[in-house]
């Protein structure tokens, strides 16, 4: 079978879209595949925003297959591979991950992660071909919003220019102590200029302690009623426990200042004093997966890390 990995066509996005949802439904034995992860946007916002590759697999001039690849400066993720069903076991997902990998070898990243099924020996078998290792699970966290939003917010929409350049290249200092080249930028930027939601900044004086990037409802990567944090990050320092107490605090009360109703985020257990943090506040976990690192190293998943992330 001649299978042709490239870059996706903006007009084949709502296709990717569909193949999406039809493949992970399908697996998920959903009733009505085309429905999964409801009004959520999992793919033309990543690419729209600039944040992402898309990719996409062709067998007879067909899309048959996608996949969402994500540049975080020293750190690459593969975002959830989509295969037709007709199609599954043919070798499309190795051919994508093979232009996944040319990628990873363009920019330059020190580490590279994705999450899957930790039920999914095949998924599990078809990663470790490709040198990723799993290591601690991976939850999608929820907490039923139920504070006022009496705290005072600073965001970034509400900076001037000046002030948003400042802040981005404090952002990038806070996450590169956390690990090493690891630059949220793009995905500040593009909240700000697609309108997905904001990033809540957390300051100590002039600096910048803590910030988190929130999607906002449909049509986002979070969904209708859900203030969902992309990334969320505190400086490590005496205060760090205090600081993530605080900046999930901050961003509970953005969602209530936006008509939502939960907020989502993503956490690694191996993050063990974070994840302890989350239950001890009224998180719950609503999802499970494995987190598999390439290579079989922590990167930034330690226990005295407080971070916010999906790698997806």
């Known amino acids: 079978m001649d299978i042709l990995v490239r870059p996706v ?10 193949l999406f949802r039809l493949a992970f439904g399908t697996m998920y034995g959903l009733t009505n595949p085309n429905e999964t992860f409801g009004d959520r946007d999992m ?7 600039g944040t992402s590759v898309v990719l996409v697999a062709e ?3 067909a899309v048959c297959g996608t996949a969402v690849v994500t540049n975080w400066g020293s750190l690459g993720i593969v975002g959830r591979m989509a295969v037709h069903p007709h199609l599954w076991g043919r070798g499309v997902a190795s051919r994508l991950f093979e232009r996944v990998e040319d990628l990873f070898e363009q920019w330059h990243i020190s580490q590279a992660g994705l999450v899957t099924q930790p039920n999914s020996p095949k998924h599990i078998h078809l990663y470790q071909k490709f040198g990723f290792w799993p290591r601690y699970p991976t939850a999608m966290m929820s907490r039923h919003i139920n504070s006022n ?5 600073s965001t970034f929409s509400n ?3 000046d002030e948003q350049r400042e802040c981005i290249d404090q952002a990038f200092q806070l996450s590169d102590s956390i690990y090493e ?4 930028s793009t995905e500040i930027r593009a909240v700000r200029d697609q309108a997905f939601g904001d990033t809540i900044l957390l300051w100590d004086h002039d600096e ?22 992309k990334f969320g990050a505190v400086r490590p320092s005496q205060n760090t426990r205090a600081d993530f107490g605080r900046l999930l605090k901050t961003c509970e009360a953005f969602a209530v200042r936006k008509g939502l109703v939960n907020l989502v985020a993503g956490m ?6 974070a994840y302890k943090t989350m239950i001890e506040t009224g998180f719950v976990i609503s999802t499970l997966y494995i987190t598999m690192h390439k290579p079989n190293d922590p990167a930034y998943n330690r226990p005295s890390v407080f971070v916010l992330d999906w790698w997806s």
Do not use: Q
């Open 159 to 161: 900076l001037g220019k």
């Open 9 to 18: 066509k903006e007009e084949e996005l709502e296709e990717s879209d569909r």
């Open 208 to 229: 910048l302690v803590g910030f988190a990037i929130c999607h906002c409802g449909p049509r986002t990567e979070a969904g209708s009623g859900n203030c969902y944090v």
């Open 43 to 49: 793919i033309a916002s990543r690419w729209r925003g």
């Open 149 to 153: 939003d009496s705290l005072t917010i």
């Open 181 to 184: 080249g690891l630059d949220l």
């Open 268 to 273: 690694n257990m191996e993050r063990h004093e």
């Open 59 to 61: 067998v007879d001039r």
